[in-house]
């Protein structure tokens, strides 16, 4: 595809076949994000193009390595307890439930003991002004914009305007107290942006497999999405969902049907199963509580562990106390590496 110039204000849009009309309007960067807020938005939209260009001339590691997400120093500091308040909805105090426990990643119904400690001394470490990174994968026209907008914006939009590469949106929990936040990136389907979107896997700590309950061939195309996404990334270190969208297109024994293989797969994938509906909201609020539980949890941990003083401590038989390496403070609710199927 040939690099097109970004009309200034106007749409992302960089292929060859679509034509400005049939583009997203680019997302204003965040002004705690990747550009400086000083600039004006179309200076801001000239230099994404810019970056893009460059990037589609030298591939797609120097695009993402221009833009990463990961080089988080910037966001950090907008990130503190400083901004306004997180709505509502987005208040989690009790553990957020599974979807069906025939395919969930863990059973339990509480946060984690020491999790819930660390939580009531706020004492979780740099968690509260870190950013999770979620990646939302799946064929083209499955729904994967339509649902993060749905969570994000509360919107739907009946037109389909293909995703370009990639977008994302920044959505902020209190979870027990805590304040937490994701960074939700929806890629692409189509395959020509497939490069682009990929360059973008690496970091993450959730992977949402997306496809539609209407058509069994983009469940079956799941693995290799996952299969993508997971390459980028440290095995065992990811939580995985297979999400099932356009629930309102669906009832009865069919629903059941898309179901039933859905959760297999989701087994199989060692993935936490979703059917949700971008259109009417069925389930959404409940799916994106469940990953910033699961992720905020996981993340509690992971600083708690990294802790050493956190390590047990035992005599040495001459009165001094000394550290047992690589212990971990999980405790038996939680054996297995965050991330993996604990049914
Ligand atoms: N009925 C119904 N339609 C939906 C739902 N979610 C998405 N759609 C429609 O499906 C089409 C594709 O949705 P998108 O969200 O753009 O799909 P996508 O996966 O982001 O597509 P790419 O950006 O090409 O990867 C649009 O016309 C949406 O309106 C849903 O829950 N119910």
Redesign the pocket.
């Known amino acids: 595809s040939r690099v097109q110039a970004v009309p200034p204000g106007g749409s992302r849009c960089y292929g060859d076949r679509l034509g400005p009309a049939a583009c997203r309007p680019l997302t204003p960067p965040p002004t705690y994000g990747l550009l400086p807020a000083s600039q004006s938005h179309e200076a801001r939209v000239a230099r994404v193009a810019v970056v893009i260009a460059g990037a589609r001339a030298a591939g797609p590691r120097v695009f993402a390595a221009r833009v990463s997400p990961l080089d988080t120093g910037k966001m950090r500091s907008s990130l503190t307890p400083l901004g306004p308040p997180v709505s509502r909805d987005r208040i989690i105090t009790s553990f957020p439930k599974w979807y069906t426990p025939d395919a969930c990643l863990q059973l339990k119904e509480h946060f984690h003991g020491q999790v819930s400690t660390a939580c009531q001394r706020r004492n979780t470490g740099t968690v509260g002004l870190k950013l999770s990174k979620v990646v939302v994968v799946?064929d083209?026209?499955?729904?994967?914009?339509?649902?993060i907008h749905r969570f994000c914006k509360n919107v739907?939009?009946?037109?389909?305007?293909?995703?370009i590469g990639v977008d994302f949106e920044i959505e902020r929990f209190e979870i027990a107290g805590i304040p937490f936040s994701l960074q939700i990136w929806?890629t692409?389907?189509?395959e020509k942006f497939k490069c682009i979107a990929s360059a973008y896997y690496r970091g993450a700590q959730v992977i949402i497999t997306?496809f539609d309950l209407t058509d069994v061939q983009t469940l079956e195309h799941t693995r290799q999405w996952l299969e993508d996404a997971l390459r980028e990334n440290e095995a065992g270190t990811c939580f995985i969902f297979l999400v099932g969208?356009?629930?309102?297109?669906m009832s009865g024994a069919a629903c059941e049907q898309a179901e039933a293989e859905a959760v297999h797969l989701a087994n199989e994938m060692q993935a936490e199963y979703w059917s949700v509906?971008?259109?009417t909201g069925e389930n959404v609020k409940a799916f994106f509580s469940r990953v910033a539980a699961l992720a905020f949890e996981q993340s509690v941990l992971q600083d708690l562990e990294k802790r050493p003083s956190s390590r047990p401590q035992v005599s040495d038989g001459n009165g001094d106390l000394i550290q047992i390496e690589g212990h971990s403070p999980k405790t038996q609710e939680n054996k297995r590496p965050p991330g993996l199927g604990c049914c």
Do not use: M, P
Request: hydrophobic share 30%; glycine share 10%; aromatic share 10%.
């Open positions: 799946g083209l026209y499955v729904g994967k914009t339509s649902l739907f939009d009946r037109d389909y305007k293909a995703t929806d692409a389907g189509q997306a969208t356009k629930k309102d297109l509906s971008a259109k």
